[in-house]
């Protein structure tokens, strides 16, 4: 089976050649751990997680790693400013480990409710890698790449030629030496730190001794010590959202390629956001949500997964909880047409079964396996057995948990006192249906309007 994935690097969609045969290594990005993740945050790793379904399916060998940020990712997103983490910090009275070791488990209880796959993957952490990011500026600083300035170690952008070829940046006028203040020192616009020195007027306190100084990281360099160091000088497949390309990845590529000079990573695929009210959901401009809003109201996540699905990686999505709605009455169809074929044996249907791998591994056409599953549940030619052996396929690909979820059986007196409350909307006595909600919640049971009646979800 021929699998074909967008590379950001060449702008097309191409056929992965694995560097060795029957065996995939991807790096993704991780999450800054300063603050809890969001549910656009859970775009990237959905879509990574997709990515190695398809590949196992495949009878790959996957070796997945997923950093974790907890140092040298300052606010600005580029050299300057705090440290978020030390800035949360501070402002949460914690230590910068005692933060990250809460949300780095917050990340990771979220990840299983949404099915992401972690026995098997990596989760590295920036500040156990200190000795393998500094050997990393030591070999860039005797091939002469860097430069020296009263905050830090530089990557000089102008000494690799390459700079800026992920996504075509155009830095043409950027290199020029213009100044914009922030740093007078750079030499280039695009120069980014390797090591920082800690401030000499107040104590950091994640801070290490290096042959420059004391002091932290570069963000950019973390990722690709850490990615080098479990995958190798190459690898096949790096992930992230689209914000990182025009920075954060360039600066991985410009940075292993000199150290290494080989090519670093093979195929760059990148996620689009996730959005609200057309703006990027980000912890910056506080419009996202989290899992503890899904937690809340009752959201299963597994149906935000399926709404997630719902659109391929590569395109835009806008965050209403109307469309997650229709997403979740959608999955619980398709969690009921699995509990009906519980107990029927499955048999292959290879024409529908090879449709859905093929949309799969052609660029992960998720909506593409949606429609093609639908299509076989609703149709009079393929047989209970077959349908059962679809859905197993489709749910081992998507990672719905379509069969796992509970028979819910819902009690008489809940059915009675929803018919009761529906009366009530009726005559809009609203006291009295707000009344019969409160006293359904008593039986472990809640209710949700929507445009047909209401929805019986259980607490
Ligand atoms: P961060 O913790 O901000 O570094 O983000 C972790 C991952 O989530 C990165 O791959 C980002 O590119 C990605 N990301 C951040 N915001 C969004 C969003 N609104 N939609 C989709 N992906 C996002
Ligand atoms: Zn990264």
């Known amino acids: 089976m021929e699998i074909r994935l967008h590379n950001t690097l060449s702008g097309k969609k191409e056929t992965f050649k694995p560097l060795q045969p029957g065996k995939v290594g991807m790096y993704h990005c991780g999450p800054t751990v300063y603050m809890y993740p969001h549910i656009g945050n859970f ?82 952490r920036a500040t156990a890698h200190i000795p393998e990011q500094i050997k990393i500026i030591e070999e860039l600083e005797r091939k002469g790449y860097t430069y020296k300035t009263s905050d830090g170690i530089y990557f000089d952008t102008a000494r690799f030629p390459d700079y800026g070829k992920l996504g075509n940046i155009n830095i043409g006028g950027l290199r020029e030496g213009e100044r914009i203040g922030v740093n007078d020192e750079k030499r280039n616009l695009t120069d980014f730190a390797l090591w920082k020195f800690s401030p000499t007027n107040e104590k950091r306190e994640q801070e290490w001794p290096s042959p420059w100084g004391v002091g932290f990281p570069g963000w950019h360099i ?31 590529i410009a940075q292993s390629e000199c150290a290494t000079n080989h090519q670093f990573v ?89 449709e859905v791998i093929s949309a799969m591994a052609d660029d992960l ?62 005559e809009k006595n609203y006291t009295e249906s707000d009344r019969l909600r409160k006293e359904i919640e008593t039986h472990g049971f809640t209710v949700k309007d929507n445009k047909e009646g209401q929805d019986i979800i259980q607490l």
């Not at 606010?75 to 800035?87: A, C, F, H, L, N």
């Not at 990250?100 to 098997?120: P, Q």
């Not at 850490?226 to 790096?238: N, P, Q, R, S, V």
């Open 43 to 124: 775009r990237a790793y959905v879509f990574a997680d997709t990515l190695k379904r398809l590949f196992v399916e495949l009878g790959f060998d996957v070796m997945q790693v997923i950093n974790i940020t907890d140092v040298g990712h300052l606010v600005s997103d580029s050299d300057d400013g705090e440290d978020k983490m030390e800035k949360s910090a501070k402002a949460l009275h914690k230590s910068a480990q005692e933060l990250a070791n809460f949300y780095t488990s917050v990340f990771m209880d979220n990840l299983r409710e949404l099915n992401v796959h972690t026995s098997g993957t990596i989760f590295p």
């Open 222 to 252: 973390e990722c690709s010590a850490m990615a080098m160091k479990y995958l190798g000088e190459t690898f096949d497949i790096h992930t992230g959202g689209i914000d990182h390309i025009p920075v954060h990845h360039n600066n991985e």
């Open 266 to 354: 093979h195929i760059w695929m990148h996620n689009e956001f996730m959005s609200v009210d057309g703006k990027k959901m980000s912890k910056s401009l506080g419009n996202f949500y989290t899992m503890a809003d899904f937690h809340a109201k009752h959201v299963n996540p597994l149906a935000y997964r399926y709404f997630l699905l719902n659109a391929r990686y590569s395109t835009p999505m806008n965050f209403t909880w109307e469309s997650l709605g229709a997403a979740t009455n959608a999955y619980e169809k398709l969690v009921a047409h699995a509990q009906k074929l519980d107990e029927v044996e499955p048999e292959g249907h290879s024409g529908v079964e090879s």
């Open 365 to 426: 056409d998720t909506p593409g396996v949606i429609a093609t599953l639908w299509n076989a549940l609703k149709s009079d030619d393929v047989t209970d057995a077959q349908k059962k052996s679809i859905l197993l396929l489709a749910d081992r690909l998507l990672g719905l948990k379509l069969f796992a979820q509970k028979k819910i059986i819902i009690p008489e007196a809940v059915l009675i006192l929803v018919e009761k409350r529906k009366l009530a909307r009726a």
